[in-house]
T-cell receptor, first 111, second 114 residues
Framework: DAKTTQPPSMDCAEGRAANLPCNHS???????VYWYRQIHSQGPQYIIH???NNETNEMASLIITEDRKSSTLILPHATLRDTAVYYC????????????FGKGTRLSVIA | DSGVTQTPKHLITATGQRVTLRCSPR?????VYWYQQSLDQGLQFLIQ???????AKGNILERFSAQQFPDLHSELNLSSLELGDSALYFC?????????????FGQGTRLTVV
């Protein structure tokens, strides 16, 4: 079973920052937080991952709370092409374990 | 393009039949994962292979089986197909060498059982 809780849906205005929250209160010390998204029945796409420090790449930023019980994915300037289902996943350090997907958050970016 | 190739893209078959889905992982990736996504179930992990050996098993039916070949491509075999097996089937691959790595997904095979 998924170890994360996400809101089922969110809206965001085009050009604004999209902040997607995720609760993972039972995360253990050797588990990373991963974010993936799925655009309309395409294969899920990797976005970012982190352990305890905040991370940023060309797609997004990941903010993890100090107690690691929750995190926020930030898309700084959302576009219509960012409309997708976003999945927050916790995964063991080894990186060789399956990703277990929950229901995710359906983000709708509105013009 | 993730570098993971799945064939065929679409497949229509009748109940009771058997089909084989193929996955070619990214070059250098040793782990292959199979997922099923139906409308009402979300993305369900089926099975994982690492360097030719089964590594983890999820919600895979006994009618389904998979293998990973020496060249690291993988096949998912679905037999005695039922209407409820209609779904998108995704393959993903990762390096899987003990480091923290992301998994890359193919574009899926859409299976329709009629």
């Amino acid at each position: 079973d998924a170890k994360t809780t996400q809101p089922p849906s969110m809206d965001c205005a085009e050009g604004r920052a999209a902040n997607l929250p995720c609760n993972h209160s039972t995360i253990s010390g050797n588990e990373y937080v991963y974010w993936y998204r799925q655009i309309h029945s395409q294969g899920p796409q990797y976005i970012i991952h982190g352990l305890k420090n905040n991370e940023t790449n060309e797609m997004a930023s990941l903010i993890i709370t100090e107690d690691r019980k929750s995190s926020t994915l930030i898309l700084p300037h959302a576009t219509l092409r960012d409309t997708a289902v976003y999945y927050c996943i916790v995964r063991l350090y080894s990186g060789n374990t399956p990703l277990v997907f929950g229901k995710g958050t359906r983000l709708s970016v509105i013009a | 393009d993730s570098g993971v190739t799945q064939t065929p893209k679409h497949l229509i078959t009748a109940t009771g039949q058997r089909v084989t889905l193929r996955c070619s992982p990214r070059s250098g990736d040793l782990s292959v994962y199979w997922y099923q996504q139906s409308l009402d179930q979300g993305l369900q992990f089926l099975i994982q292979y690492y360097n030719g050996e089964e590594r983890a098993k999820g919600n895979i039916l006994e009618r389904f089986s998979a293998q990973q070949f020496p060249d690291l491509h993988s096949e998912l075999n679905l037999s005695s197909l039922e209407l409820g097996d209609s779904a998108l089937y995704f393959c993903a691959s990762s390096v899987g060498a003990g480091s923290v790595t992301e998994a890359f997904f193919g574009q899926g095979t859409r299976l329709t059982v009629v």
